[in-house]
């Protein structure tokens, strides 16, 4: 079984900085991969940005409306994810998951297994 938890969400004005964290539990291959997601009020689960967890590539994959403003990383010492998030936009305001699943990096949330409960994220303009 794995689980995992994200933090890091809150209000941040249109501009500022914030960094969700997804802390992953239970038993992780180099052949998973995490991904995170948001899903804003009455709209679908949107792919924000995934990587391998381990292994040789990171096979980092980001939205384009993220590219350039996110960055995703991973510390595998401390079985986190992370996604750095930049000159946030009002439009970025979601409810962020993060999630894992075995294979390479993809977009669909579909592909993805095991989910968090999310992280709220309120950017004020």
């Known amino acids: 079984q794995v689980q995992l938890a994200e933090s890091g969400g809150g209000l941040v004005q249109a501009g500022d900085s914030l960094r969700l964290s997804c802390t992953i539990s239970?038993?992780?291959?180099?052949?998973?991969?995490v991904g995170w997601f948001r899903q804003a009020p009455g709209k679908g689960r949107e792919f924000v940005a995934a990587?391998?967890?381990?292994?040789?590539?990171?096979?980092?994959r980001y939205a384009d409306f993220v590219r350039g403003r996110f960055t995703i990383s991973r510390d595998r010492s401390a079985s986190a994810v992370y996604l750095q998030m930049n000159s946030l936009k009002p439009e970025d305001e979601a409810m962020y998951f993060c999630?894992?699943?075995?294979?390479?990096?993809?977009?669909?949330?579909?592909?993805?297994?095991?989910w968090g409960q999310g992280t709220q994220v309120t950017v004020s303009s």
């Open positions: 990587m391998r967890w381990s292994g040789g590539g990171d096979g980092v």
């Open positions: 239970g038993r992780t291959f180099s052949s998973h991969a």
């Open positions: 999630a894992r699943r075995v294979g390479a990096p993809t977009t669909g949330a579909s592909d993805y297994d095991f």
